[in-house]
């Protein structure tokens, strides 16, 4: 079924409720291990209907904030869902006190009883109006992003569309781009610092009434962390600092050399050659058409699952007003349909997002056809961005099919913005443990500590007397630091393991493929440790665990300088 003819319809609310009411009843009363395993799938499938009706509305809404209909549907699940929630925490509840519960474990593997533990200590009643108010800041906060339209070049332009003009070969255009950006932030800038401080005291109160300290200790319950917590989080970020950024110096050195710029400033971050950066070749059909192509001789697996995602329509991935910003994936349960979002600009970020996205949509393809209950066709976030960021180096043979000529800039370019991600996506990390752990900071303490940590972790960067960058308020644009708070450590930890099938891909790609397949194919029943290391690949969080690829990384870069 096409994306358009999913029908949508409401959920009634009293039976959804009703429903997980009769299941706890009788999971508290099954009797054998096999009427819990029943009971544990029939839950899975009831909830999968509510879940499609939620994603359907949020995706109709993200693809116009504007729209009065489609925000009605999102502001009905922002007030509601924390109510299912709390329902289907205490279903957990009773799974975990069942005699039966070790079945579970058995049936599907070691992670779906700190699943449904981490679901219950993440939950009460008591923090449902504060979860309301939560989901009504975030929306605001992707109305407020969503709806921004800014001036340059004659034009009006979203924030997405910039990017185009941040890479021009021409330094006043790159600089004119972020000043348009950072209008608008500064425009709204108490907005921006208010829905920020509303948040963060939102989200810590909820922490205190389940008994934490702070949201930063909740949030790796919520984020259902398995087998690691904030200490070995803190160790990987030291790694990144000791071991990637003197690294990322040199290579910064090795790109002011190729661009020709001596003394490089913020708004030349985004050019990565002195003849200008790699971009698509083609009109939108015929990336669609290279994409197909790409995924058919990359395996029978992947070539099945485009055909269904391009006959089906379940792309949007063109820019335009009122769109939220940022890129996605969702599965609609009921239709075993993985849903790609996106906002294309012109730059190599849409191939990157493209595959990126089609990596998450390719896991949930597969899951989706499995006999796994709903809840367990997913893995974690940092081990489903293992899917996903992986994905952008293992289809490498294939580029040339979107940048032709300017494939081997393409190469550089995406092993660099990989490498130099790592340390922003710490920076993001560690800025918000300091948020969340010190709420009363005022706007300008918030943003001196997000420039302290761009000194630690991007000591290259150089705002001069750029707007809304030089303030320290850059973190405003993060969407994921309102919206899903400490998730953005997620894309390192994936990112650490993707670099490693990229230099496996480089000694024997068929190889490397068959181990990112095997690792896929598990889907949500391991933890991110057991995945990483189902593959033959190093968990990040020991001392020195960085250090080969690290050098790894860079000589590639070094040796293939254009």
């Known amino acids: 079924m096409k994306f358009a003819e999913m029908p949508y319809k409401r959920p009634d609310l009293a039976s959804v409720l009703a429903d997980c009411e009769a299941l706890t009843r009788k999971i508290r009363a099954a009797a054998t291990a096999e009427e819990l395993l029943a009971l544990y799938r029939e839950e899975n499938a009831c909830l999968a209907h509510y879940r499609t009706a939620q994603v359907l509305a949020n995706i109709h809404y993200t693809q116009d904030t504007r729209d009065a209909a489609w925000s009605a549907e999102q502001d009905w699940f922002d007030e509601n869902g924390p109510a299912v929630a709390s329902a289907e925490a205490k279903i957990a509840k009773a799974l975990l006190e069942n005699p039966h519960a070790k079945a579970l474990e058995e049936a599907f593997g070691a992670r779906v009883l700190p699943t449904l533990k981490n679901r219950v200590l993440s939950m009460d009643e008591r923090v449902i109006p504060l979860q309301r108010e939560e989901n009504a800041l975030t929306s605001a906060y992707q109305k407020l992003y969503g709806g921004a339209l800014v001036e340059l070049d004659g034009k009006q332009l979203t924030i997405p569309q910039l990017s185009l003009y941040k890479q021009s070969l021409d330094r006043a255009v790159r600089r004119a781009a972020y000043e348009a950006e950072a209008s608008y932030f500064d425009a709204h800038r108490e907005e921006f610092d208010t829905l920020y401080d509303k948040l963060v005291k939102n989200r810590n109160e909820q922490a205190r009434i389940l008994g934490y300290r702070d949201y930063s200790e909740l949030s790796y319950i919520r984020m259902n962390r398995i087998g690691y917590g904030p200490k070995e989080v803190a160790a990987f970020r030291a790694e990144v600092a000791a071991q990637v950024v003197p690294m990322l110096k040199d290579m910064m050195a090795m790109r002011a050399e190729r661009t020709g ?89 849409d191939v990157d997002v493209l595959t990126h996205e089609c990596g998450h949509a390719f896991e949930s393809y597969l899951a989706a056809r499995t006999d796994l209950p709903e809840e367990l066709q997913c893995p974690g976030m940092e081990s489903a961005e293992i899917h996903s960021m992986s994905m952008e180096f293992l289809t490498a043979p294939w580029h040339h099919l979107f940048f032709g000529p300017d494939t081997d800039k393409y190469e550089l370019f995406h092993a660099e913005d990989n490498f130099v991600f790592l340390p922003y996506g710490c920076m993001v990390d560690e800025f918000q443990h300091i948020a969340y752990q010190q709420p009363d900071l005022t706007p300008e303490q918030r943003n001196r500590v997000w420039l302290d940590l761009e000194k630690k972790y991007r000591p290259w960067n150089d705002f001069g007397d750029l707007p809304f960058y030089s303030r320290g308020a850059g973190w405003q644009r993060q969407l994921h630091i309102y919206e899903c708070p400490f998730y953005y450590i997620d894309y390192c930890l994936a990112t650490v393991v993707a670099l490693q099938f990229f230099t496996a891909s480089l000694r024997d790609h068929a190889d490397a493929w068959q181990r990112y397949l095997r690792l896929t194919r598990l889907a949500g029943t391991a933890p991110y440790t057991e995945l990483v290391e189902s ?28």
């Open 261 to 349: 710029i001596a003394h490089p400033m913020f708004w030349d971050s985004a050019l990565a050659f002195a003849d200008g950066s790699p971009t698509p070749h083609g009109s939108y059909d015929e990336l669609m058409a290279g994409a197909r192509r790409m995924y058919h001789e990359l395996s029978p697996e992947t070539g099945e699952f485009i055909d269904f995602m391009m006959d089906n329509e379940m792309f949007d991935v063109m820019s335009r007003p009122g769109k939220m910003s940022g890129g996605y994936e969702e599965i609609i349960p009921d239709h075993k349909a993985p849903f790609i979002f996106a906002n294309w600009n012109g730059t190599a970020g």
């Open 535 to 562: 593959a033959g690949l190093q968990v990040p969080f020991a001392a020195g665990s960085l250090t080969a690829l690290s050098h790894t990384i860079h000589d590639w870069i070094k040796e293939h300088q254009i």
